[in-house]
């Protein structure tokens, strides 16, 4: 059974500073996204990592994935009070043949001024 | 291009009563997908659907039905209605292959009671 684990489950810190998530899978996958969430709000797509060794960008957030270690990071540099939101890792396993993706449980991201 | 449409955003229901949630998406994508979210979690899918006429189920779909009779709706019927099935739903859709990430409608919040 494929798992996925996210950590940490929630993070408060100041802005300026940088920090990483860590998105850890229990098996094989070349397939890992990583998606944003606002309090009450939908789900927003931020990256899709489909090989080892992807590595994506977009502003102070940056996501890689190593699929022999199973672990994708998203890295925020110099944060801001407006990336302040929930983040979810996705991955789809390889052995499945279904179309299911399993979700971490989320980090919870506070960005104090 | 309103992307994936989900109807109503909020619902109160009594316990054993039905409601049918609604999904509409016009990018035509084949692929759908319900899922449940309960607080401070992850992503459960419920059911899914790779095009008109097919369906199948998720990690949870004890309490659910679904139909897929064209492209572009894909509705959740919650029968008896428990307090177990309060959560907020997402609907989602993607393309065949995924590799650009789901789209997500903006949720509906049911409180069974």
């Known amino acids: 059974e494929l798992k996925v684990e996210q950590n940490p489950l929630f993070l408060s810190m100041q802005e300026g500073k940088n920090y990483t998530i860590y998105c850890n899978y229990s098996t094989t996958s070349d397939r890992l996204y990583w998606y944003r969430q606002d309090p009450g709000k939908s789900l927003e797509s931020l990256f899709v990592?489909?090989?080892n060794g992807a590595v994506k960008q977009e502003g102070r957030l940056m996501a890689s994935l190593d699929t022999k270690a199973r672990l994708s990071t998203l890295h925020i540099t110099a944060a801001v009070h407006d990336l302040s939101a929930t983040y979810f890792c996705?991955?789809?396993?390889?052995?499945?043949?279904?179309?299911?993706?399993?979700w971490g449980a989320g980090t919870k991201l506070i960005i104090k001024p | 291009n309103a992307g994936v449409t989900q109807t109503p955003k909020f619902r109160i229901l009594k316990i054993g009563q039905s409601m049918t949630l609604q999904c509409a998406q016009d990018?035509?994508?084949?692929?759908m997908y319900w899922y449940r979210q309960d607080p401070g979690m992850g992503l459960k899918l419920i059911y899914y659907?790779?095009?008109?006429?097919?369906?199948d189920k998720g990690e949870v779909p004890n309490g659910y039905n679904v139909s897929r009779s064209t492209t572009e709706d894909f509705p959740l019927r919650l029968e008896l209605a428990a307090p177990s099935q309060t959560s907020v739903y997402f609907c989602?859709?993607?393309?065949?292959?995924?590799?650009?990430?789901?789209?997500f409608g903006s949720g509906t919040r049911l409180t069974v009671v």
């Open positions: 989602a859709s993607s393309y065949i292959g995924d590799n650009y990430g789901y789209t």
């Open positions: 990592l489909l090989s």
């Open positions: 659907s790779v095009g008109a006429g097919i369906t």
């Open positions: 990018m035509n994508h084949n692929y």
């Open positions: 996705a991955v789809k396993s390889n052995m499945d043949s279904n179309y299911q993706l399993i």
